[in-house]
Nanobody, 115 residues
């Protein structure tokens, strides 16, 4: 059974930083590309960043240069370092495989950027 548990969200002022973590169990992590996605209120869930098993990365244009995705394959853990946060980054952040597996979404972690 696949389980994804996101953590590290919170309330931060514009320009601040947060580091999200995603603990993965089951078969979803090993050997697969993993990604971060986010869903703002009233909007669809969007792609944020992805990382291959070997460490190649890609980002949505809206976060390029501010966010950094990484992974620890020994710990089955995915990370997202978010710097220079903006109010438009406010959303629930989720991790999942790339492409995402429909039945594997976790509860997400709320990120709120506000002064």
């Amino acid at each position: 059974q696949v389980q994804l548990v996101e953590s590290g969200g919170g309330l931060v002022q514009p320009g601040g930083s947060l580091r999200l973590s995603c603990a993965a169990s089951g078969s979803i992590f090993s050997g697969n590309s993993m990604g971060w996605y986010r869903q703002a209120p009233g909007k669809q869930r969007d792609f944020v960043a992805r990382i291959s098993w070997g460490g190649s990365t890609a980002y949505a244009d809206s976060v390029k240069g501010r966010f950094t995705i990484s992974r620890d394959n020994a710990k089955n853990t995915l990370y997202l370092q978010m710097n220079g946060l903006k109010p438009e980054d406010t959303a629930v952040y989720y991790c999942n495989a790339v492409p995402p597996r429909a039945g594997s979404w976790g509860q997400g972690t709320q990120v709120t950027v506000s002064s």
